[in-house]
């Protein structure tokens, strides 16, 4: 049985992230919060969860000894499949920029800005369903297709400097990234803990993904 290392640094939606892979799971996958660098480091597949600020949760993430080199190992140097959910999932850009310039992990070359919508009706933040557009052929979103509604709830997004690491867009009042991929990186702005059927059936392709 594979196991899933869910990372855990403090961030609210963990148990919430949690309960929601393990049904996902359906028992296919044993699903472990954890921080500890050796189980993280030996893990077939990573998801980091998140919400709040980027720069407040970045700390976070490093204040765990050893967890960021863990995580890199894992992923960048064993290729171990990445997910990362919301502030997760902005975690992967070059540098946040809210409340000040913060380094992220910069596995995918980009910035994380506030939401600047071009429609008065478009408020920030962004809460709740909306659909998605321009949905990508990457695995991980094959039952998400242009259209579908996912639940989002943020007031800032990753713009990558590659358009081309854009997995799926969304619109509110003005598009921005909904979903990014990379090689075994991938990350989703919306959250699949509180978008029903979709959301199971996202971390249920994330479980069996090969990328």
């Not at 850009?93 to 992990?105: D, N």
């Not at 997004?157 to 997995?167: L, M, Q, S």
Request: aromatic fraction near 8%; charge should be neutral.
């Amino acid at each position: 049985m594979q196991n899933v290392a869910l990372i855990n640094y403090g961030s609210g939606n963990l148990r919430s992230a949690e309960k929601a892979l393990v049904k996902a799971a359906d028992g296919r996958a044993r699903i472990i919060v954890t921080d500890d660098p050796a189980t993280v480091t030996a893990a077939d597949r990573v998801v980091l969860p998140g919400v709040g600020a980027f720069a407040a949760c970045m700390a976070a993430l490093q204040a765990r000894p050893g967890l960021v080199e863990a995580m890199t190992e894992a992923v960048q140097t064993k290729g171990a499949p990445f997910l990362g959910v919301c502030v997760g999932m902005q975690l992967l850009a070059t540098r946040g920029l809210e409340f000040g310039e913060t380094a992220g992990l910069d596995w995918i070359q980009g910035e994380v800005r506030k939401l600047e919508p071009d429609q008065p009706s478009a408020k920030v933040p962004h809460m709740g369903w909306n659909a998605l557009t321009r949905v990508s052929d990457l695995s991980v979103l094959a039952d998400l297709k242009d259209g579908r509604a996912v639940y989002f709830t943020h007031s800032f997004a990753i713009w990558p400097k590659d358009e081309r690491d854009v997995a799926a867009w969304v619109d509110h009042g003005g598009r921005f990234p909904a979903a990014v991929a990379r090689g075994n990186v991938a990350g989703v702005q919306f959250h699949p803990e509180k978008s029903q059927d979709a959301g199971l059936s996202l971390l249920a392709r994330f479980l069996e993904w090969r990328p």
